[in-house]
């Protein structure tokens, strides 16, 4: 039956039907070698793309200059390897990802009083999280600004004259919400809101008194924009870094291997001693 359906559908017969059995008609052998060259092209296609899939790692974050960054190095040290890091602006999106087995882990970064509200969020959407690290908040400026001291020991900001740069969370649409400006933040005479990561480097390259309250900003990010960093108390705000996986989703394991480097990369450089230009 199936054979005939498959006639019907190529509009000629493939085999001569008698008592005696089946025969291929001529174009059935015409048929049959043009299939089997296929089928054999299909096979190597497919065990090409899984030998190709063995060897890639689909990663998504938070817009993130640290999480980017250090993809990139960990994309460096493995040449052999597809290594991709998407950013997405929605945290619907990006724990979609994961959730879909789209990306195998997504990278966040929070306000370390979100954790709980977090946590359970991402247990009723069977998604694991492991944490990575946590850092104090930063205030980032250039190394220009009339407002930055290098030579007090350790170096200092004078926020009597900022302006704070706060930059907006990416949580709001699972209703989960962080609000710097209610956390003990330095006396300043105004603030700002964010307007995303490109638009946030070229508000601090041309208002002299903007101090952007930030998260750990990758120390090449700093050095390539002329920025300086300097830690507030930790007592003013804490940020909190970890990835997410699926639930009850065992990992390859050279995937495995090849995250769990990339995490201990991330953990070096939140982990690394407060840096100054």
């Known amino acids: 039956r199936a054979i005939g359906e498959l006639e019907e559908s190529l509009g000629f017969p493939l085999f001569f039907r008698s008592r005696r059995g089946m025969a291929p008609t001529p174009q059935g052998k015409r048929f049959l070698g043009e299939a089997e060259a296929l089928l054999e092209q299909l096979s190597r296609v497919a065990r090409e793309c899984r030998q190709a899939n063995a060897l890639s790692l689909r990663i998504s974050c938070v817009p993130s200059s640290l999480f980017v960054n250090c993809a990139l190095e960990l994309a460096r040290r493995h040449p052999s390897w597809a290594i991709s890091c998407e950013e997405h602006d929605s945290c619907t999106e990006l724990l979609d990802q994961v959730a879909h087995g789209a990306s195998l882990a997504a990278f966040l970064t929070f306000g370390a009083s979100m954790k709980k509200d977090l946590l359970s969020y991402l247990a009723r959407r ?117 990835c997410v996986t699926k639930a009850g989703a065992p990992l390859p394991a050279e995937s495995q291997g090849i995250l769990a480097e990339l995490e201990e990369i991330i953990r070096q450089e939140v982990d690394a001693p407060s840096y100054f230009p």
Request: aromatic fraction near 8%; glycine fraction near 6%.
């Open 126 to 242: 069977n998604l694991s999280y492991h944490p990575l690290a946590q850092s104090p908040a930063y205030g980032v400026l250039r190394q220009s600004s009339n407002l930055y001291h290098p030579e007090t020991n350790p170096p200092s900001i004078c926020y009597e004259d900022a302006l704070l740069l706060l930059s907006t969370t990416y949580f709001e649409p699972i209703g989960i919400y962080f609000q710097p400006e209610k956390s003990s933040l330095p006396a300043a005479k105004g603030v700002c809101h964010g307007v995303g990561r490109a638009g946030n480097l070229d508000m601090l390259a041309s208002i002299d008194p903007l101090v952007m309250i930030s998260c750990h900003v990758h120390s090449k990010i700093l050095a390539r924009n002329g920025l300086a960093a300097v830690p507030l108390q930790p007592e003013a705000m804490a940020y909190e870094y970890g």
